[in-house]
Nanobody, 119 residues
């Protein structure tokens, strides 16, 4: 299995930027499709963006299209989420997750990193 550790969260003003990182260990990173999710208290965890094993295919939630960019560096076993033009509604705990080939479900999760957007 794969272990995931997120970093890069913090406090940012509206309109600002943050870059989240997710470092993977334990298995071959490029065996896994990857995604970023976010969750606020009392709500379900929602998929924000996903990326294929080789990085060639990316998908985004409508709410973040044009503002967030997901990427991965398979040599560094790391996935990123560049978040620009942040809004207060982007505030959440952000989780990275991994799924095995041909499996839709994400089975492996990081511990989460808090993103706060406030003036």
């Amino acid at each position: 299995q794969v272990q995931l550790v997120e970093s890069g969260g913090g406090l940012v003003q509206p309109g600002g930027s943050l870059r989240l990182s997710c470092v993977a260990s334990g298995r071959t990173f490029n065996d896994y499709g990857m995604g970023w999710f976010r969750q606020t208290p009392g709500k379900e965890r929602d998929l924000v963006a996903s990326i294929s094993r080789n990085g060639g295919t990316t998908r985004y939630a409508d709410s973040v299209k044009g503002r967030f960019t997901i990427s991965r560096d398979n040599f560094k076993n790391t996935m990123y989420l560049q978040m620009n033009s942040l809004k207060p509604e982007d505030a959440a705990v952000y989780y990275c997750a991994a799924r095995r080939p041909n499996i839709v479900r994400y089975d492996y999760w990081g511990q989460g990193t808090q993103v706060t957007v406030s003036s």
